[in-house]
């Protein structure tokens, strides 16, 4: 069965630093989804993304984070300068038809990320 | 406020002993609810999608049902594999936001 999987499975980095989280969604699924999910607390809606550009992004979403397609496959979460609270859980999620109450969402296995 | 609440937030039951979880919901603009499946370090797993109130549906030991309100999650006769977080998600559609809005969680733990 097709999935979704995320690269790499744990990532530690300093404070400061750039990181790159990747993920490659199900083949035939045209819209992306990043979420995070800090230790005990609940899963968070970061961006979407659609026909190359972003659908829609939560308040979480700043200037510090990016998305990109940057091949037929890979869909990426940047960010570009890590703080001590973005240590979480990043999980991708993809689904085949357009964000909405009807779009079953597959999830990625996710990257933790620690920020030290 | 928009928000999804689970309860009760962990239950031990003994395989076999059937129960059921809450989730309870106030989200403006609901367009579905979703109940996933999430093990110990892994992604949510799919399980079931409800759009409308009165709805149910089922997959093996688990039924899921809605009201206006809120929605539960029967498990039936449960066995140890079925140990896992279950997480509600409803999906928000209003105006410029358009999002699946979480609860924290029910831990289940089924002992043999």
């Known amino acids: 069965e097709p999935e979704v999987t995320q690269t790499p499975s744990h990532q530690v980095t300093q404070m400061g630093q750039e990181v790159i989280l990747r993920c490659v969604p199900i083949?035939?699924?045209?819209?992306f989804y990043w979420y995070r999910q800090i230790l005990g607390q609940k899963v968070e809606f970061l961006v979407s993304f659609y026909n190359n550009e972003i659908s829609e992004k939560s308040e979480i979403f700043d200037d510090q984070f990016s998305v990109e397609r940057p091949d037929g496959s890979n869909f990426t979460l940047k960010i570009r300068s890590t703080k001590l609270e973005d240590s979480a859980m990043y999980f991708c999620?993809?689904?085949?038809?357009?964000?909405?109450?009807?779009?079953?969402?597959?999830f990625g296995p996710g990257t933790r990320l620690t920020v030290l | 406020e928009d928000q999804v609440t689970q309860s009760p937030e962990a239950l031990r039951l003994q395989e076999g002993e059937s129960s059921s979880l809450n989730c309870s919901y106030t989200v403006s603009g609901l367009r579905g609810l979703f109940w996933y499946r999430q093990d110990p370090g892994k992604g949510p797993e799919f399980l079931f999608t409800?759009?409308?109130?009165?709805e149910e549906k089922e997959k093996e030991r688990l039924k899921a049902t809605l009201t206006k309100k809120e929605s539960f999650l029967h498990i039936t006769a449960p066995k140890p594999e079925d140990s896992a977080t279950y997480l509600c998600?409803?999906?928000?559609?209003?105006?410029?936001?358009?999002?699946?809005?979480w609860g924290l969680g029910t831990s289940l733990a089924v002992n043999p």
């Open positions: 998600a409803v999906y928000q559609d209003a105006g410029n936001n358009r999002k699946l809005i």
């Open positions: 999620a993809s689904s085949e038809a357009r964000s909405s109450g009807r779009a079953k969402q597959f």
């Open positions: 083949s035939n699924h045209l819209y």
């Open positions: 409800l759009y409308s109130a009165g």
